[in-house]
């Protein structure tokens, strides 16, 4: 009698075992699994070239200490010629052409191409402005200098689908910057970044 007991509980427990296993089973093909895929964006800095980035490229166009704008947001917004900068150049690495007055109050302005991939949205069938950025550092000779500043966006338009184009401006927060006699500056740096 005793032995009949102990088969009868282990086959008890092997038949609760194997059920276990057959119900497992059943709901691993019945269940799907969540997946989940973790997106990682990050701000990636843009090589500049010069004037023209090349065929497709996101990229620099041109650089201008223009004059002071009281009303950047409307001025900016269409292209700038170089006949009414006090200096411009289309290349990141070098003397500008032309000289600022001093006691004359300017803003430094940077035109940029970016592309469909780097911002058009193909999903939501528009330009996200806020996939782009700029960035500016100035040293000053005799007043404080702008270290790596956020400059200021204004698109001046789009080719359909395959480009926009923008100005990035710095204005000192709206009363532009002003050298004195004999000052000098040096942009030393100047960055575009895209979200990716």
């Given at each position: ?15 609760i ?6 119900g ?12 989940e ?15 023209d980035?090349?065929?497709g ?10 004059p ?19 200096e411009y ?12 007055p001093?006691?004359t ?12 991939t ?12 806020s ?5 500016m ?7 404080s ?26 204005n000192?927060?709206?009363?532009g ?6 000052e ?7 960055t575009?970044?895209?979200?990716e």
């Amino acid at each position: 009698m005793k032995n009949k007991k102990i088969l009868l509980g282990a086959g008890m427990a092997t038949a609760i075992v194997c059920g276990l296993i057959a119900g497992m089973m059943v709901l691993s093909f019945g269940v799907q699994p969540v997946v989940e895929e973790n997106i990682r964006s990050q701000w990636v800095q843009q090589a500049l070239g010069d004037a023209d980035p090349g065929a497709g490229n996101t990229g620099f166009m041109y650089i201008m200490v223009y004059p002071h704008s009281a009303d950047p947001g409307t001025d900016y917004a269409s292209n700038l010629t170089n006949s009414s900068a006090y200096e411009y150049s289309d290349s990141t690495d070098c003397e500008l052409t032309g000289e600022t007055p001093h006691s004359t109050a300017v803003d430094f302005v940077v035109k940029v191409r970016i592309n469909n991939t780097d911002g058009y949205n193909t999903t939501g069938s528009t330009w996200e402005d806020s996939w782009v950025r700029a960035n500016m550092s100035i040293d000053f000779d005799y007043i404080s200098d702008e270290s790596d500043t956020a400059m200021t966006e204004v698109a001046i338009g789009n080719a359909g689908t395959t480009y926009k184009w923008y100005h990035y401006y710095l204005n000192n927060g709206g009363s532009g910057y002003t050298i004195g006699k004999g000052e000098t500056f040096n942009i030393t740096s100047h960055t575009l970044d895209i979200w990716e």
